[in-house]
């Protein structure tokens, strides 16, 4: 879907109505340049706007595919491909959207196709069609206003990050075991991100090389000095996120360790009854039979306290005893 379309001269956009393709294809005669927007375009569009402008079909191509990773590509023509990568904090899922745009830059026209909800190039044109100045150098200027615009757009994404990455971070520290899903959440979104600044430096790189404007070469010196400055919050994050992990991994470790302890404490006791009871039910039980022997002598009340009640203390006591022993035994010499 074409979004705008205007034909560019002299430092002001001629018309205020878009452009058909096959208009704006004509205008590049005439000196000045053309700036196609398109935003997730059909193969019929794109293939028309190809046969029109003379694109390559292998940056058409390129434009169609979703790239990880942004590159810039020379083509015959002297027209060059330049696909960036857009981002968006979104708040209510807290996590963040990625887009694409790829631009054609040539000596008479700039075509961006857009995909992605995170790439939005408007501001980008308003901003630069209120500065003549600019627009004079051609379509270089073009370039530079799409990278100051996306770059400007990770700012608030790093601060969005940075905030998440803060919320796990005091929960892990105050001993609390955060959610290890959520952290490798974020170690992914963080690696996605520096997949699509870190390489953008490259590009800025090989753009500054390439640009026949001196004019414009502090602009994008200024978009590169930024994009260094992402680049570097980012590797932080992403460091520091590997960090939080580890220590919440340890701090699960601690919380395991504290289950295991209860839970022998636990099967500590069951064990001591199950002891004391064992001898005790040995002897109920034996005295519970009906022998005769046992019948016939054990009729009165202190052969009943004697044998029955005493076989019951018996056991109890030695194990008191023999408890107090193992105790004693547990417990570390003062003298070493």
Sequence with gaps: MIID?????DGRRQHVETMSVREAAAQCSKG?????????????ELAQVSESFGLH????????TFHLRPKVEPYEGDIRLVILRTARYDEEREEVEFGEVSVFVGPAFVITVRQGVASDLHGARIRLEQRSELLEAGTNSVLWAILDQVVDGYGPVVAELERDIEEVERTVFAGAVAPTERIYFLRREVTDFYRAVHPLIAVLATIERGARNTELLPYFRDVRDHLVLVNEEVAAQRDLLATVLEANMAVISVEQTKVGVQQNATIEQLTILATIFLP???????????FGWLV????????FLALGIGGLLVPCIALFIWFRRQRAARRPNPLG
Excluded at 32 to 44: K, R, S
Excluded at 57 to 64: C, P, S
């Design 5 to 9: 379309c205007a034909y560019y001269q």
């Design 32 to 44: 000045g340049f053309v700036w196609l927007g398109m935003f997730d375009p059909t193969a019929e």
């Design 57 to 64: 079909e292998l940056a058409v191509e390129d434009a169609q």
């Design 296 to 303: 016939d002598h054990i009729g009165a009340e202190w052969d």
């Design 280 to 290: 005790l039910t040995f002897v109920t039980g034996f005295f519970g039979q009906n």
